[in-house]
């Protein structure tokens, strides 16, 4: 690893309500990832407070999995900057490719959310993806391109430096998925880099570009090795903390 930042996390999506979420976060409390690496783990809302709580004190960043683009108001069900904030919580994901299929997740409220976590002093992670549909016809580049273009819309020079994108192909993720394979990970974030560079041409910022499918303790090094890859997101192969510090600390 050179002098890139690494970012590696983990989102518990739909698993591990408070007492199972805090006995996770104290085994990855004391955890000092390897000179380099920052590391994340985002739990789910109902343990979001516990969570960073625990880990207030540790190397560990905490993020959110969603949320709201208002402040407050009447939108039963969700849940706002200012509120994952005031939790301790540091990062958002913004636009995972199941809240898109499932939840009706826009590139519009996608842009939206992104907007009202930078100013709430929240780093967005945004989850960009192309679907099986769109890797088969070969127009996997022109979405990610403007799934990014509109998630990034109107934000300034500024707020690009606080900004992580995760490159997500749907067909990539979960069980039914299969890991994309390293050298065309690094073909579409070379063609992301210059996407990004465009965007903060002013600023000069690295955006932290990180990979994310079927991430395991057999891939994780083929797609760090990469030049325009920032770190992985990983799902299933970091649930357990003693996976999640194996993980991170095969990375150096
Ligand atoms: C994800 O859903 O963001 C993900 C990376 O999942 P998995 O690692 O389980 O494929």
């Known amino acids: 690893v050179d002098q890139k930042t690494v970012w590696i996390g983990t989102s518990w999506k739909m698993n591990k309500g408070p007492a199972e979420a805090i006995a996770a976060a104290r085994a990855l409390e004391s955890f000092q990832p390897p000179e380099g690496i920052q ?3 985002i739990p789910p809302f109902t343990s979001l407070r516990d969570v960073c709580s625990v880990l207030e004190d540790s190397a560990l960043m905490v993020g959110a999995q969603n949320m709201h683009w208002e402040d407050s108001g009447a939108w039963t069900g969700e849940v706002s900057a200012p509120m994952i904030a005031e939790c301790g919580a540091s990062i958002v994901e913004i636009g995972h490719s199941e809240r898109r299929q499932h939840f009706g997740e826009t590139d519009w409220t996608v842009n939206r ?3 009202a976590a930078l100013r709430h002093g ?7 993806g192309d679907t099986s549909d769109e890797f088969d016809f070969g127009v996997s580049q022109e979405t990610l391109a403007r799934q990014t273009k509109i998630a990034l819309h109107g934000v300034s020079q500024k707020d690009l430096g606080r900004v992580l994108i995760a490159y997500e192909p749907v067909w990539a993720i979960g069980l039914a998925g299969r890991p994309a394979e ?3 990970v690094s073909e579409i974030h070379t063609k992301l880099r210059a996407v990004v560079r465009d965007m903060v041409a ?6 932290p570009l990180l990979y994310g499918g ?3 303790q057999a891939n994780i090094r083929d797609y760090v090795a990469l030049p325009d890859v920032d770190g992985v997101f990983v799902g299933r192969a970091a649930w357990e903390p003693a996976d999640f510090m194996k993980l991170v600390g ?3």
């Open 214 to 216: 079927s991430v395991s």
């Open 250 to 252: 095969s990375v150096s």
């Open 39 to 41: 590391s994340f783990v």
């Open 182 to 184: 390293a050298p065309f």
């Open 122 to 128: 929240l780093r967005p992670l945004i989850c960009i």
């Open 202 to 207: 002013e600023s000069g910022v690295r955006i």
């Open 113 to 115: 959310k992104v907007h």
